[in-house]
């Protein structure tokens, strides 16, 4: 999964019909997350703000963001993967 597709239309017409579908049965959710690469900043950016917005994307990819479909349902069984 890209950064840019999640909860895009896509994703959410997916999980729509993934649940409608499911009924007695769970859901094997495996997440591949691959992260946009690194982001470069124009040079004159201050320092301060440079480092920031670095910390704060290294802070964000580090969450496994994939991990809270779950919450849609208890039938979903997440596998991620980093």
């Known amino acids: 999964m890209r950064d840019?597709?999640?909860a895009d239309r896509r994703d959410l017409w997916k999980w729509t019909v993934v649940l409608?579908?499911?009924?007695d049965r769970h859901i094997l959710?495996?997440?591949m997350h691959r992260p946009n690469p690194a982001?470069?900043?124009p040079?004159?950016?201050r320092d301060d703000v440079r480092?920031?917005?670095i910390q704060e994307r290294q802070?964000?990819?580090?969450l496994r963001k994939c991990s809270?479909?779950?919450r849609l349902s208890p039938k979903i069984v997440p596998i991620l993967t980093l």
């Open 68 to 70: 809270r479909v779950e």
């Open 4 to 6: 840019e597709f999640y």
């Open 43 to 45: 040079k004159g950016v």
């Open 29 to 31: 959710y495996m997440a």
């Open 59 to 62: 802070e964000l990819t580090g």
């Open 51 to 53: 480092e920031f917005f």
């Open 39 to 41: 982001i470069g900043v």
């Open 20 to 23: 409608n579908e499911a009924a």
